[in-house]
């Protein structure tokens, strides 16, 4: 069943042609890597699909429901409730401790402070991250800051995980543990994951891999699948729920 879906996709900065005609359709949890050079368009896609930039043409599907035309009230509402964001650099706010950083969004959705960091607190041990519910980001690795992002952006359910790069500030070690653990939590929670990256084998955790070229997705390539990750085998993800 598709979630998502984006249809002609075309957006241009002056001159320069981002997305030239972008057709994606995301299934239910299903995790879909966007691949493609420096400046092809990988973060404007995702950008226009998760509804935080608006397309010059073409459309934008939620569950059946047209999106891109929605004003921004609405649009920021939507990214509230519906999607999670995971970036480069986790953007968590420094001066709150981590339970209450993945507390945030139910926050602002409605749910009392009390009732929110209980349940953020929820996701701490699955995630590895027991003990350390009342650490400041600054007193945490960038491993352990994306694992906190990753339980803040499920934590509200959504239905559809946006990721960019989110693993490129981390060692190739800990950038694997991170992209596997993003992978199995939204697949766990039945939520989609669509996630750009640079690395082939980050990519190999993924259901399918889209590739951006010039603004335009290729058309899968001929020849074997991609190869599993190499070597290194994180330990498998505990679930509590
Ligand atoms: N806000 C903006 N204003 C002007 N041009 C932009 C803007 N955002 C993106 N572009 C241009 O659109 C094109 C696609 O950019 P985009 O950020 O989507 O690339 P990308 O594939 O994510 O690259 P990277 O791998 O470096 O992050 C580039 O030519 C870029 O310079
Ligand atoms: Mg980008």
Redesign the pocket.
Same mark, same amino acid.
């Given at each position: 069943m598709t979630v998502l879906s984006g249809r002609g996709l075309v @957006?241009h900065? +002056?001159p !320069? %042609? !981002? &997305?030239d005609g972008v057709d994606l359709a995301v299934d239910r949890a299903e995790a879909v890597a966007i691949m +493609?050079? /420096?400046? /092809? +368009? @990988? /973060?404007? &896609? &995702? #950008?226009c699909l998760a509804g935080i930039m608006r397309p010059d043409a073409g459309e934008v599907h939620l569950l059946g429901q047209r999106v891109d035309t929605l004003g921004e009230r609405r649009r920021s509402a939507l990214r509230r409730s519906r999607f999670g964001f995971v970036f480069q650099f986790g953007q968590l706010l420094p001066e709150l401790p981590a339970d209450e950083n993945v507390a945030l969004p139910l926050m602002l959705d409605g749910t009392s402070r009390r009732a929110a960091v209980k349940a953020a607190q929820t996701w701490f041990a699955a995630l590895g991250l027991a003990g350390m519910e009342h650490r400041r980001p600054g007193e945490l690795s960038g491993g352990q800051a994306q694992r906190v992002a990753i339980a803040r952006a499920l934590v509200p359910r959504p239905a559809v995980v946006f990721a960019?790069?989110p693993t490129g500030a981390l060692d190739q070690a800990t950038g694997h543990d991170t992209m596997r653990l993003l992978v199995e939590a939204t697949r766990h929670n039945g939520a989609s994951l669509v996630v %750009?990256t #640079?690395d082939p084998s980050v990519a190999g955790w993924c259901d399918r891999v889209v590739e %951006?070229r010039d +603004?335009r997705v290729r058309p899968p390539a001929e020849g074997p699948p991609l190869p599993p990750p190499g070597g290194h085998a994180p330990p498998p993800v505990p679930w509590t729920s």
């Open positions: @957006k900065f +002056g !320069a %042609v !981002a &997305l +493609g050079p /420096s400046g /092809s +368009g @990988k /973060s404007t &896609l &995702l #950008h960019d790069e %750009v #640079h %951006v +603004g």
